[in-house]
């Protein structure tokens, strides 16, 4: 789903070396970065960042299948994720 909105999707793993920390998925699409700034809570966060945003989009199309209102703070979150609204998340998901 959020491969549509040009969104590396999950699942991402960490992979700490000496001195680096790699954040990447299996298709070989990384981040890396150095060990001392980044703290193993940091990089499984960062990790989990696909996921919970299509846990995120899926509770905003549920809430929304079932006329009730979204919440307000998951728009916020899905928007500040990804940069666009919730109605150009829907258009872009649904093509």
Partial sequence: MIDK???TGGPWDVVYTT????????????????RKEL??????LIAAAP???EALIGTGRYQE????DIDEYI???IEKATGRTW???KEAIDE
């Avoid at 298709?27 to 150095?34: Q, W």
């Avoid at 703290?39 to 499984?44: F, G, I």
């Avoid at 299948?65 to 009730?68: D, L, Q, R, T, V």
């Fill in 75 to 77: 728009l916020q979150v």
């Fill in 87 to 89: 109605a150009e998340v």
């Fill in 65 to 68: 299948c079932n006329e009730w």
């Fill in 39 to 44: 703290s193993y809570n940091d990089a499984n």
């Fill in 5 to 7: 909105l040009e969104i």
């Fill in 19 to 34: 001195d680096k920390a790699f954040i990447g998925n299996e298709r070989g699409t990384f981040i890396r970065l150095k």
């Fill in 51 to 53: 996921e919970m945003l």
